[in-house]
């Protein structure tokens, strides 16, 4: 008697559990890592944070580089402006505070530079990722 109230406890259990649902985590999506590329860019994004080179200056965002669900971002980051010949002795290359926003697809990115400070908008780039890109560094 008693193994059949335990039988019909656990069976009741089982039935209320298929009922209920529990959705699963969800994880905040992120910038894919690795190398992407593009005409006049270069980005390597590897643990939560991107190292760009383009035409004449470099870049850097410190993550998290999370996305919304529509695969939009607006990071945070500096920007470094680059010359033609050696570094100067004392020339200040830490850079100034830079916004990077865009949209990717996991595959391909839209990405457009502006200074923060100035508001001066660097230009737009079109990224794919595990493309190498193509630069042309000041000389």
């Not at 298929?18 to 969800?26: E, G, L, S």
């Not at 890592?33 to 991107?50: C, R, T």
């Not at 080179?53 to 470094?80: N, Q, W």
Request: net charge positive; hydrophobic share 35%.
């Amino acid at each position: 008697m008693r193994s059949r109230k335990w039988l019909a406890i656990l069976s009741a259990g089982l039935m209320i559990g298929a009922f209920v649902t529990v959705a699963p985590a969800k994880k905040p999506r992120s910038i894919a890592g690795g190398q992407w590329g593009g005409p006049h860019i270069q980005m390597q994004v590897a643990n939560g944070s991107a190292t760009i080179e383009y035409d004449c200056a470099t870049g850097t965002i410190s993550g998290p580089l999370r996305i919304d669900s529509r695969g939009r971002f607006s990071l945070l980051g500096k920007h470094v402006r680059e010359h033609g010949g050696p570094i100067r002795m004392g020339e200040d290359r830490s850079g100034v505070p830079a916004r990077y926003t865009g949209w990717t697809d996991g595959k391909t990115m839209k990405l457009t530079v502006t200074l923060v400070n100035t508001k001066a908008d660097l230009g737009t780039f079109e990224l794919t990722h595990g493309s190498a890109g193509r630069v042309f560094k000041c000389r």
